[in-house]
């Protein structure tokens, strides 16, 4: 929320962006100042909606049958905020005398709804975008708890470098970094980047990642979470009512991992760009093993997720706002370094410690 509104104070304070805002979605200084208490609380819940353990848990999310997809993790957010939390937004006295928010335009801000929001909804780029205050936050927030060096960014910087231009295939107004800060736009990618393959993406963390999604999927009724509109539900499966139930399950592998530590090793990994050959490689590892019979654990990281090229679908890259017209181009149009960047497809093959030995040894 912090960062949130520090970007947004970035924008509002420089002159030439209040007149873009004027012009294309006809903001004057009331209508400023109500926006920055939205956005605020836009920030500050988006992520209420978290299951235990938070991103670990979202593979036994249920499946939504009417978006042919599982359920995520702002559904959840936008329930509670309409619900259990509506009182405490809308019923709030400084909301009543001076903004009148409601609980529906907090929740249409995560969700992308422009039936409630209309010109509002360009707001969504600072809690959801390749430039929000979410990542910009859990870089540098991470690096400092971890104790690594590989999300660090100039973030007053990169504050002081937004800006406001026109996309030029729509038209519209979109929030991007001045051309004299591409490169701390670049910065940012790169930090993710690191971040995903040393941290987010290592060995041990997804190894865990696994134990925590299968023992819960143990403990839960049908394995799995309770649907939005059970939220009762929902709310009271927190972390602490998850530990004592993997006590309670203490003679299933995956809540005796958690327990003990032991959790399950890497026999076989590839290249975090893998090649063919890394894929032939995988079904030939996993047919040494079977034919073994040692149980292993096929992983295989997300890809992709820490920058999105403007040639993929349904993708908008972090955008670098040119000249007085302002237009915008892609960051990979400047930066080599982005635009030559590989996929992550990290693949990893686990079998359980005891057979650790065993396995090394197969596939030798």
Request: charged residues 30%.
């Amino acid at each position: 929320m912090h960062l949130a509104t520090l970007m947004y104070e970035a924008i509002i304070q420089d002159d030439t962006n209040r007149q873009l805002l004027a012009e294309y979605l006809s903001y004057n200084d009331a209508g400023l100042k109500r926006d920055k208490q939205l956005i605020r609380l836009g920030a500050l819940l988006h992520d209420v909606g978290h299951a235990p353990f938070s991103h670990a848990s979202e593979e036994v999310m249920p499946f939504n049958d009417k978006l042919n997809r599982p359920y995520i993790y702002e559904d959840y957010s936008s329930a509670i905020i309409t619900g259990p939390l509506r009182a405490a937004i809308e019923d709030h006295q400084t909301n009543k005398s001076n903004y009148k928010i409601s609980a529906d335009e907090v929740a249409a801000l995560l969700e992308g709804n422009v039936s409630i929001l209309e010109g509002k909804l360009f707001w969504k780029v600072i809690i959801s975008s390749q430039l929000d205050a979410d990542r910009g936050d859990y870089l540098l927030r991470d690096s400092h708890h971890i104790g690594v060096k590989y999300g660090i960014y100039d973030y007053a910087r990169l504050l002081n470098t937004l800006a406001l231009g026109i996309d030029p295939e729509t038209s519209e107004l979109i929030l991007g970094v001045h051309e004299d800060g591409w490169h701390v736009a670049e910065s940012l990618v790169i930090a993710r980047y690191q971040m995903f393959t040393q941290v987010y993406f290592h060995k041990t963390r997804r190894a865990y990642d696994n134990h925590l999604k299968e023992a819960l999927g143990k403990i839960l009724e049908h394995g799995r979470l309770p649907l939005p509109e059970e939220l009762d539900d929902f709310l009271d499966f927190d972390d602490m009512r998850v530990l004592p139930e993997v006590k309670l399950h203490s003679s299933d592998f995956n809540c005796k991992a958690l327990l003990d530590r032991t959790h399950i090793k890497v026999a076989f990994a590839a290249a975090e760009a893998p090649t063919e050959e890394d894929e032939r490689r995988l079904e030939d590892v996993k047919r040494q093993l079977t034919d073994n019979n040692i149980w292993y654990y096929e992983d295989k990281a997300a890809s992709g997720l820490w920058y999105k090229l403007d040639t993929e679908e349904e993708s908008k890259e972090v955008m670098i706002i040119k000249g007085q017209d302002r237009k915008a181009n892609p960051l990979s149009n400047y930066s080599s370094i982005v635009k030559n960047m590989g996929e992550v497809k990290q693949m990893r093959v686990y079998v359980k410690p005891e057979d650790k030995d065993q396995a090394v040894g197969v596939l030798r």
